[in-house]
């Protein structure tokens, strides 16, 4: 993973390829550089505004400009990025602003060694807005390129997120020659470098190794990581960070009545999985239980998905994935807080063993679900591990999922819906998501909807009404949340994947969604003030 360090250097005597510096778009649309910039405005002769009008950039938010540095810098290379409007007097910029600009800078500068980021840096929270940025900006998933191996080191515990199988890159140089490595190393000049600075760079870099650590697995083709495969990447993590991991292997899920998993894995030569992950603090006063979709590719079974949808599906264990790296986070952060994670493994495939529409389930909890349609399959595997989790009775629980395309169609491929058992508690997740850069919006959870999910022959039926059906699926979990807990469901299907181009800090494929909003739940519950 790329190297991060706060440096009393300013930006102008560092040694180092290239320097970063932000600009805001100042009156009539001029571009005026931001705190942080003075030494590289005076190297310019206090023209570098001038000079970055000259060459049609704004600062708005998102422009990158590169221009050859001046004598008086040590660097080569000034790259300046858009911070957007200036700030009203008093004001500070926008974290997330300041966190976009230093992703795309650091993509800007793939292929590059060494960068000193000049961005402002007031505060302990910029240097963590522009840290998690600048490191999560420079994400590469490079391991099927030419000359590379399954597992990539974007963790940064050096053993990257390949299955069991240990899978191989192709040799094919059209496809992957030249890619260039992400940036190598990130210095942070012009801030300061007290104990509340140190310790935000300290939680960004673990925070956007994690993220990567999602990012990794759900890049990972199918074939290289399976249900098996992504249960010992988890027994991998828990081994580097200290926290615990056990695996229900298909033997112990039959014995123990676990249907939705069991059903929904019947059709695959690679039998389901159920992880249970767990971070303990001797100071922790509450729990949280992680709840993960992991489907590590979804055909639809036997209701085959129709052409053109199948190819970004090994996307659909992004959940899992994001529940892992949570958990990691939090043993990495020695969260006080107890978080477990369950991760819901399973491949859905058809075959002339697959579950198929008609058939009837018998879950964990003991209830019967009819399968009117196997591409309902998330829910299923969900449905058995909230029941499990809920026998531990945690003070809250949250489920993620790329669950439904319901969901993108309401919301779009950036922001992801959260449905709540409780309004308060969907209200405080809606926020620390927001805080954290990930957009969300809260969903209602409609009973009258769970008429249509009616069978006549079964408890429940996985399916109900075509319209809002997004919202069917949560309340469709619901049923298998234990008495008392307080619950979400975060329904991340449109951007756990990003199949259009990268921008900011996120990148072309996994994106690790909702990595950072968990992180900020469990450490929320870590200060007592969750709900």
Request: hydrophobic share 45%; aromatic share 4%; net charge neutral.
């Amino acid at each position: 993973m790329t190297a991060l360090t706060l440096s009393s250097s300013s930006a102008a005597g560092l040694r180092a390829d290239a320097v970063v510096v932000g600009v805001a778009k100042g009156p009539k649309g001029r571009p005026v550089p931001a705190p942080g910039a003075e030494a590289v405005d005076e190297a310019f002769g206090g023209k570098l505004g001038a000079v970055l009008e000259a060459l049609g950039a704004s600062g708005g938010e998102g422009e990158v400009t590169k221009l050859p540095a001046p004598d008086g810098l040590k660097a080569s290379l000034v790259v300046a990025v858009g911070l957007g409007a200036v700030p009203e007097k008093g004001a500070a910029y926008d974290t997330e602003a300041l966190r976009r600009a230093a992703g795309s800078a650091a993509r800007a500068l793939a292929g590059t060694k060494k960068a000193a980021f000049a961005l402002p840096l007031d505060v302990a929270d910029d240097t963590a807005a522009v840290a998690e940025g600048a490191l999560l900006g420079a994400y590469a998933f490079n391991s099927y390129r030419d000359g590379g191996t399954a597992g990539t080191d974007n963790a940064g515990d050096g053993k990257g997120a390949g299955g069991a199988k240990g899978g191989k890159a192709g040799k094919n140089k059209a496809n992957g020659a030249g890619a260039k490595a992400p940036l190598a190393e990130i210095a942070l000049v012009g801030g300061k470098r007290d104990k509340a600075h140190r310790a935000a760079a300290e939680r960004a870099t673990v925070l956007a190794a994690e993220v990567n650590r999602a990012r990794d697995l759900v890049n990972t083709p199918s074939n290289d990581l399976d249900p098996t495969g992504f249960a010992a990447a988890a027994q991998q993590a828990g081994k580097e960070h200290g926290f615990k991991v056990a695996v229900t292997d298909e033997k112990a899920l039959a014995k123990g009545g676990f249907g939705g998993l069991l059903g929904v894995g019947q059709g695959s030569q690679t039998p389901p999985r159920l992880v249970r992950l767990e971070h303990r603090h001797p100071k922790a006063k509450q729990t949280i239980a992680l709840v993960g979709k992991g489907i590590t590719y979804d055909s639809g079974g036997i209701s085959l998905k129709p052409a053109g949808h199948n190819e970004t599906m090994k996307c659909d264990m992004s959940g899992a994935a994001a529940v892992l790296a949570a958990v990691a986070a939090a043993a990495r952060l020695e969260l006080p807080v107890n978080v477990t994670g369950w991760l819901a493994l399973a491949e859905n495939m058809p075959s002339g063993s697959a579950t198929r529409p008609g058939d009837v389930l018998r879950m964990y909890s003991g209830k019967t679900v009819e399968v009117l349609n196997t591409d309902a399959e998330g829910r299923l595997v969900l449905a058995d591990a909230l029941t499990k989790a809920s026998e531990e009775k945690p003070d809250y629980m949250v489920d993620v999922a790329t669950l439904t395309g319901a969901m993108v169609l309401a919301l779009g491929n950036r922001t992801f819906g959260i449905m709540a058992n409780d309004d308060a508690f969907r209200t405080r997740i809606h926020v620390l998501a927001e805080a954290a850069g990930e957009q969300s919006w809260p969903m209602p959870m409609p009973p009258e909807l769970k008429k249509g999910m009616e069978s006549p022959i079964a408890d429940i039926a996985n399916m109900g009404e075509r319209m809002g059906s997004g919202l069917v699926a949560g309340l469709f979990l619901e049923e298998f949340v234990g008495d008392g807990i307080t619950w979400a469901h975060l329904d991340i299907a449109g951007p756990a994947f990003n199949t259009s181009g990268p921008f900011g800090y996120t990148p072309k494929g996994g994106t690790g969604s909702a990595v950072r909003t968990l992180v900020a739940i469990a450490e929320q519950a870590a200060h007592g003030d969750l709900a």
